[in-house]
C-alpha cells in the first residue's frame, strides 16, 4: 500500500511464492484474493493486516480471480480447470463450471451479481446463478 501524496510505501502483503497474477478487491474493502503464475489455489488475504487467511485449492493452476458486486461470491478460472464458484465467506467451492474447450482464463460478475461471464473459444458464455445456486429441497 502506497501514500498517493508521497509514493512512500505504508504497507505490503508478502508471503505469495510466485508473482501475483491475478487480484481481486472483495467490495467492501477488507480483503484481497490473488492468484499466482502457475499455482492451482487462490490465496485471500486480510486487507488490513496484510496477512494471508485461507488457501482455496483448484483443480488447475489459476489465471483470474473476481467478487461479486455484493462480495458474498468469489470466482476463479482455469484455463484447464473451468470456473470455480466460492462462498466468499466461507471458502466453500459451490460449483465447478466446465470449460470444454479449455479456454477460461478470465472470469467477470454482472454488476448486479446474477450472472458470470467466462470465454469460450471466440464466444463469452454466461452463466445465470441464480438459477444454478438455488436451494435444493430434500
Known amino acids: 500500500l502506497f501514500d498517493v501524496q508521497s509514493g512512500i510505501q505504508v504497507?505490503?502483503?508478502?508471503g505469495e511464492p510466485e508473482?501475483?497474477?491475478g487480484i481481486a478487491f472483495r467490495p467492501d474493502g477488507k480483503?484481497?484474493?490473488?492468484?499466482?503464475f502457475g499455482r492451482s489455489s487462490v490465496t485471500v488475504w486480510n486487507f488490513l493486516e496484510g496477512r494471508p487467511?485461507?488457501?482455496l485449492d483448484h483443480p488447475r493452476p489459476v489465471y483470474s480471480v473476481a467478487y461479486s458486486p455484493a462480495?458474498?461470491?468469489m470466482a476463479s478460472a482455469a484455463p484447464a480447470g473451468g470456473v470455480v464458484v466460492w462462498d466468499a465467506e466461507t471458502g466453500a467451492r459451490l460449483l465447478t463450471l466446465p470449460n470444454p474447450r479449455e479456454l477460461a482464463d478470465v472470469v467477470a460478475f454482472s454488476p448486479d451479481g446474477r450472472y458470470l461471464a467466462d470465454p469460450l473459444g471466440r464466444q463469452v458464455r454466461i452463466w445465470d446463478l441464480s438459477a444454478l445456486l438455488r436451494p435444493t429441497r430434500n
Open 53 to 55: 487467511t485461507r488457501t
Open 71 to 73: 462480495g458474498r461470491l
Open 31 to 36: 480483503e484481497i484474493a490473488t492468484v499466482a
Open 11 to 14: 504497507r505490503s502483503m508478502s
Open 19 to 21: 508473482s501475483p497474477f
